[in-house]
């Protein structure tokens, strides 16, 4: 990987392009009445899948960039899940059918924040409203330190075949300033607990360029969690966004590393997971050979979407709880994020949809090169176009920011196949950018690019 290209390239704040366009965009013009048209619109044979935001932890990670709040009486717990059940209600309602779920995950904040008995609740509300497919991945993410085998059993009983935990970092020294202990026994037991359950699919999530951290201790993380044996890990650069988060002003900024530092740290991981023989995935993302996310890799048939890489084929995602965003064929909608708004509108009977986004021809065209940049590095321009009865000379002549991809030797480009070079593929949010119409470069509304 080159040094010059990170210099010349990671200090550009870039989407991380999870959706096109990105959230920044949504609008109020699409409101519950929109989504509500949308949701009767969808067919009954659609697949669908399910994402539900849980915003609350026990206490807060000042590197967190997500939509969350410390709470510490569980009766709003209980009824922010009472809320979910009856939006879940609402939405299957409005659908009018009951259709068939693929994948539901569940995110936060901490979902197993939940009392066990109220997960299982949730659990069956679903699978009440919809088809959850006896197939379907069931995932939820876990913070480690609150973790009970109480959640675990309710889990298990729930049908739950997927966990991701949060690591970041085993240095001591990170989690102090991070305001996130977390040792490695306590890791190591969670993990135990989960697999003697039967939930063997693991994720790791692993953060670089936090302070403090040096190619060294990213390495010893690494190592470590070796030792536990994921079958996948998620490696995501530090976004520090202080203006958006301000949580993140307790991070002294001094003892951030700097962009080439990052670009270390990051190569560090990578080819450490890579000689451990674990295939890497896209942008961020690792797994074993035999993973399906390997495989979908392989086969050219990954997608992106909210949760990032994911071997998810859904053209709906139907999002729930505060902030939740949904995709359907017919644009994005994200609900409330104030978690009062949101439940007022719930128990008025509304949809809580506050803000979203109607694709147009255009959008869907972009969207679908961006995608196939993201997770196979490269994308047949002629092929994607020839689908949306677009040409590939327009579109290239609309990514003026080609030019000096091409020229700096980032992007290669044979007739109408574009490919990121191999040495540059930690630039692909540089290379789809050049794609992304909406993009305002004096917005620094995201992270850096390396």
């Not at 206490?59 to 709470?71: D, K, L």
């Not at 020294?173 to 939930?199: C, F, K, P």
């Not at 966004?241 to 990578?270: S, T, W, Y």
Request: charged residues 20%; contains cysteine.
């Amino acid at each position: 990987m080159r040094v010059d290209l990170a210099a010349n390239y990671g200090e550009e704040r870039l989407p991380r392009y999870t959706s096109y366009p990105t959230a920044p965009h949504f609008s109020p013009a699409i409101d519950a009445d929109t989504y509500a048209r949308w949701l009767s619109e969808l067919p009954g044979d659609v697949g669908a899948s399910l994402y539900l935001h849980v915003p609350f932890c026990r206490e807060m990670c000042w590197y967190c960039g997500c939509h969350t709040q410390i709470v510490r009486r569980d009766e709003l717990i209980a009824a922010y899940q009472q809320t979910l059940c009856g939006e879940i209600a609402k939405v299957a309602e409005t659908i009018g059918g009951r259709i068939k779920v693929e994948h539901i995950h569940f995110g936060g904040g901490t979902p197993t924040i939940m009392a066990p008995e109220a997960f299982a609740e949730l659990m069956a509300a679903m699978r009440h409203a919809f088809f959850v497919l006896p197939s379907a991945e069931i995932a939820v993410e876990i913070d480690p330190r609150t973790l009970t085998a109480e959640m675990v059993e309710a889990m298990q009983l729930s049908g739950v075949n997927r966990a991701s935990l949060g690591v970041q970092s085993f240095d001591p020294r990170v989690q102090h300033a991070i305001n996130r202990v977390q040792t490695y026994e306590q890791t190591a037991s969670v993990v135990d607990m989960l697999r003697s359950a039967g939930i063997k699919g693991l994720n790791f999530d692993l953060i670089y360029g936090l302070p403090h951290q040096t190619v060294a201790s990213c390495l010893d993380t690494v190592r470590r969690s070796l030792a536990l044996a994921p079958a996948r890990f998620s490696v995501f650069g530090y976004a520090h966004v202080p203006a958006f988060k301000k949580h993140q002003r307790m991070i002294n900024e001094d003892r951030l590393p700097d962009g080439l530092a990052r670009h270390d740290q990051a190569c560090a991981i990578a080819n450490a997971l890579k000689e451990a023989g674990y295939v890497q995935i896209g942008l961020d993302h690792f797994a074993r050979p035999d993973d399906a996310m390997a495989v979908a890799f392989a086969q050219g048939t990954l997608r992106r979407n909210f949760q990032g890489y994911t071997t998810d084929q859904s053209e709906v995602l139907l999002g729930f709880g505060a902030s939740a965003i949904g995709h359907l064929p017919q644009g994005y909608v994200q609900n409330e994020v104030q978690i009062g708004a949101y439940q007022q509108s719930i128990a008025d009977g509304r949809l809580a949809t506050a803000k979203g986004y109607r694709l147009t021809d255009d959008d869907r065209l972009r969207a679908d090169i961006i995608e196939r940049i993201m997770c196979d590095f490269g994308a047949n321009l002629g092929d994607i176009c020839a689908r949306h009865g677009a040409e590939p000379a327009a579109m290239l002549r609309s990514a003026p920011r080609l030019k000096s991809l091409i020229s700096d030797g980032v992007v290669k480009l044979d007739g109408d196949r574009l490919a990121v070079a191999n040495d540059s593929r930690f630039l692909v949010r540089s290379v789809a950018a050049a794609f992304d119409a909406h993009l305002d470069p004096g917005k620094q509304l995201h992270s850096r690019a390396v």
